[in-house]
């Protein structure tokens, strides 16, 4: 299957990036190279991009995607090493870095990859490097207990406890090795009535594919040293698709822009903080009506962007 993914809020980015055409700039996740072959043709040869995926599959379809641009590369990493691969590559600072948290088009739609609770057989997978645990390690090995957390801390189903104990009285008959036996289970476990407002099965989902793939730790890691290696008046911008990593985003750029630290009752500032950086948009830009008529999977979309200041606090 052809890797597909349709870049989303993809003008809005290039506008919140402010590229400078001589500047260098890091996709931290490259999937289809959308996003990143837009930054690309608007740089010079002086410009550079550098684009980042763990995906093996992403690696090579936007290596191909960004072949006709001589100031582009593609790199197969973790945006969380981001200050390593900048450092190898002999890069001291970025003018701007673009992260995209969403699972593409492509990763979605690909049966074999194991994503998607719509696919009739697929092999419960969802890994997005295609290496280390799978989903079915998790769903066959770990406790009642730590399936229920996970389904509860990741996904935020008030029915995880329900979901976890019939996963592990299904896997005492039988390994679930199937999405199509993940989702099975996850809609017997949940009332009729949550089956008819809509599928009930995304929740739970989402939370074993960010337990498999490391996502909230790799976040915070990432956004920390995205952060770092920006110049100063470089911008981060940040593309979020469900309320937890939106939440982690908002209160990460919240303590950048936060100035003075003394306690309230202090008459004047002793501490002598300045804000690392200020907020682009005070709120999240979203996908209008119609980008998410021609991409339904825009819908949930929030990008927030941050410029950082040359202040140093020490």
Request: glycine share 8%.
């Amino acid at each position: 299957m052809k890797f597909k993914h349709i870049p989303v809020l993809l003008n809005e980015c290039i506008d919140g990036l402010n590229i400078d055409p001589d500047g260098v700039y890091v996709d931290c996740t490259a999937g289809g190279g959308g996003h990143s072959s837009a930054i690309a043709a608007r740089l010079s040869e002086k410009g550079r991009l550098i684009a980042l995926d763990r995906d093996p599959d992403a690696v090579k379809a936007a290596g191909e995607r960004l072949s006709v641009f001589s100031n582009a590369m593609v790199i197969h990493r973790n945006y969380s090493e981001l200050d390593d691969v900048l450092s190898e590559l002999g890069v001291d600072k970025a003018d701007g870095i673009l992260m995209d948290l969403g699972v593409s088009s492509y990763q979605l739609d690909e049966e074999s990859r194991g994503f998607s609770y719509h696919s009739a057989d697929a092999p419960l997978d969802m890994r997005m490097s295609r290496s280390g645990m799978s989903a079915a390690d998790i769903v066959n090995t770990f406790s009642e207990q730590q399936l229920a957390k996970i389904i509860f801390e990741y996904g935020e189903e008030k029915f995880s406890r329900r979901i976890a104990s019939n996963i592990v009285r299904t896997r005492e008959s039988a390994p679930i090795i199937t999405t199509a036996q993940l989702a099975d289970i996850i809609r017997e476990s949940v009332p009729q009535k949550a089956r008819r407002d809509k599928n009930p099965c995304k929740k739970t989902f989402q939370a074993i594919r960010i337990a498999v793939n490391g996502e909230f730790d790799h976040l915070k890691e990432g956004l920390d040293k995205a952060f770092g290696c920006l110049k100063s008046q470089g911008r981060l911008a940040v593309i979020t698709f469900h309320s937890l990593e939106d939440r982690m985003v908002k209160q990460r750029f919240a303590e950048w822009c936060k100035g003075c630290i003394c306690p309230p009752d202090f008459p004047q500032c002793v501490c002598g903080r300045k804000p690392l950086g200020r907020l682009v948009n005070k709120k999240p830009i979203e996908a209008d009506a119609k980008e998410v008529e021609i991409n339904n999977r825009s819908r949930s979309a929030k990008l927030r962007v941050i410029e950082r200041s040359a202040v140093d606090n020490g």
